[in-house]
């Protein structure tokens, strides 16, 4: 088994893959509607899913947003570069929440971004990424 994607409904097709691709510089890898049961999908990420895990981002007709709950907690990307790529993020208009900096109780640096609905991305180095708090 591995895993294919992960599904997050969106209050705005458009403005999302906007997001994804245009800030994060994912790629979008394929669209589909369903006109009988009133939603649309547009799934992004930085390789195909029969290469890694992707994003599957699901748009219900007529709904612009949702209550994020509490048990969601955020999406986690590898950048090279934690500080460069909260920049960048800045420059093309992304929204950051919590600057590039070592993780609480640890070392591993990351960062915080916010999607256009509120989904927090966390931003982790690369050469950090595979080891927990970095202790």
């Known amino acids: 088994m591995r895993l294919l994607h992960t599904m997050i ?3 705005d097709l458009k403005r999302s893959v906007d997001f994804y691709t245009n800030i994060l510089g994912m790629r979008l890898l ?3 509607e369903n006109e009988e049961y009133k939603y649309s999908l547009a799934f992004v990420g930085y390789s195909d899913e029969s290469e890694g895990s992707v994003i599957e981002l699901t ?3 007529g709904v612009d ?11 986690a990307l590898g950048v090279d570069d934690v500080a460069a790529a909260c920049d960048k993020i800045r420059r ?3 929204k950051v929440t919590r600057e590039a900096g070592p993780v609480k109780g640890g070392s591993t640096i990351i960062a ?3 999607d256009p609905d509120g989904y927090k991305i ?3 180095e690369n050469k950090q990424a595979g080891q927990g708090l970095g202790n």
């Open 9 to 11: 409904r969106v209050g």
């Open 30 to 32: 394929r669209t589909s």
């Open 59 to 61: 748009y219900n007709w």
């Open 65 to 75: 947003s949702y209550d994020m709950g509490s048990a969601f907690g955020h999406i």
């Open 92 to 94: 093309a208009g992304g």
């Open 112 to 114: 915080f971004v916010e």
């Open 122 to 124: 966390e931003l982790i």
